[in-house]
């Protein structure tokens, strides 16, 4: 939406509209969102609003913006950047973050390790395939059938499978009388 289209809409959201900013403004800036899209997401609370129920006025407006700035401080919590989970990210930074943890590196190698032997045992094609999938280089689709000589659209439920059946493989090894948190 422009902002020549947001002054020009009538009826009770343009007298709210210099209110929505100011209280947005205000807000998001406390929670470290940001400010239009608190805006945003309170016009679409506005338009899915029922309009038997009684018309938008200021008090409203404060508590939606409220509202809203909660729920993006929930969403903000949950969500993980998308450069956050590479190599590392599972106990690899020492206390503080100030460099590698020796036993976070050890651990995580060894399951790897443990992981690249499963992936090994697998039957049929499986084997080559997850390799290819766990190469750090980020292959594509194409690149993957092309080295293996399996049509791309066969990749995703041949994927499936070969995923499923470690799975399996990798259940079956955990020992079975071992329960969590249980300390006998």
């Given at each position: 939406m422009?902002?020549?289209?947001?002054?020009d809409e009538p009826g009770p959201a343009a007298a709210l509209r210099p209110l929505l900013r100011?209280?947005?403004a205000a807000e998001a800036y406390a929670a470290g969102?940001?400010?239009?899209?608190?805006?945003?997401?309170?016009?679409?609370?506005l338009l899915e609003r029922d309009?038997?129920?009684?018309?938008a006025d200021a008090g409203w407006v404060r508590a939606a913006v409220r509202a809203e700035v909660r729920a993006a401080r929930r969403r903000a919590g949950r969500e993980v950047p998308y450069g956050a989970a590479g190599p590392g990210a599972y106990g690899a930074e020492g206390a503080g973050g100030y460099g590698p943890d020796p036993a976070g590196a050890v651990v995580a190698a060894e399951h790897r390790r443990a992981?690249?032997?499963?992936?090994?045992?697998?039957?049929?094609r499986c084997p080559g395939l997850l390799a290819a999938l766990?190469?750090?280089?980020?292959?594509?689709y194409r690149d993957i059938s092309g080295e293996l000589a399996i049509s791309q659209g066969s990749l995703g439920p041949v994927r499936s499978h070969c995923l499923t059946a470690l799975r399996r493989m990798l259940t079956a090894e955990v020992a079975p009388g071992e329960v969590r948190g249980n300390t006998r």
């Open positions: 422009t902002q020549e289209c947001d002054d100011a209280e947005a969102v940001e400010a239009a899209d608190v805006e945003q997401g309170v016009l679409l609370r309009r038997a129920a009684a018309p992981l690249r032997a499963a992936v090994r045992r697998l039957p049929g766990l190469d750090g280089g980020d292959p594509t």
